[in-house]
């Protein structure tokens, strides 16, 4: 464990980096919270798919007909929450999502490096759409990359980029919380401890 903030800052964004190429990571999935039309807070887990220090973001993937599209239409703000049972340590995220419709060259760059396999998620009826059957035909067809093209039109990009990242570390012993706050640009413009 590091002690400096600096080095653990560094360490937590290590840990995102690894989390992105890593399925087994604990950090390979984020709770992502946006805010509803009622004003009620919403989270469901999302795969990270990209981490960047530099600027301070983090990307994520999913269908535009998707409520959490939606909403983060209407209101970009966001937190993120992950906990890294290895290390002991909580993330918190708070920020401002930007969004990358299909039509974007940024997305269908992403598109390019899916497989076949997430590109068939994107495929049929929009999220939440009411079946009469836990799985249809075509959900459990053996995607190919003729009939998966489709999920194209309906595939967007989250970019998340931090406000701030509330560091929580749990261990057996004395607990300890920082804050660090992000300028726009990503830089950490500030870096604090606080009482956990
Ligand atoms: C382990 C796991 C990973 C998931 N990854 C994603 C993802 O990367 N993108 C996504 O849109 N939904 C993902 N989901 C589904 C979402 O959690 C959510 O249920 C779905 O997207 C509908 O959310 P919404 O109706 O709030 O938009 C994942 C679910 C689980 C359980």
Redesign the pocket.
């Known amino acids: 464990m590091t002690n400096t903030l600096n080095a653990l800052h560094t360490q937590a964004w290590q840990h995102l980096n690894d989390a992105v190429l890593q399925p087994t990571h604990a950090l390979h ?1 984020l709770a ?1 919270s ?1 805010i509803d039309p009622q004003g009620k807070p ?1 989270a ?4 990270l ?1 990209a981490a960047d220090t530099q600027t301070a973001s983090l990307e ?4 535009i007909r ?6 983060l239409q209407t209101n970009p703000q966001l937190s993120l929450l992950g906990y890294d049972p290895e290390h002991r340590i909580q993330l918190r995220f708070n920020g401002t999502a930007t969004l990358f419709g299909p039509e974007t060259a940024y997305t269908q760059q992403a598109w390019q490096q899916l497989s076949v396999w997430t590109r068939h998620s994107y495929c049929g009826g929009p ?2 759409y009411e079946l009469s059957a836990p799985e249809t035909a075509e959900m459990t067809a053996p995607p190919d990359a003729a009939t998966t093209a489709v999920g194209k039109q309906v595939f967007g990009v989250i970019q998340f980029k931090a406000d701030t990242l509330d560091w929580f570390h749990h261990p057996r012993g004395a607990l300890r919380r920082a804050l660090f706050r992000y300028g726009p640009a990503g830089s950490v413009q500030s870096a604090n401890w606080i009482r956990p």
């Open positions: 999935y992502l946006s919403q469901r887990l999302l795969v798919r994520f993937h999913t269908d998707s409520t959490k599209w939606t909403e999220p939440g």
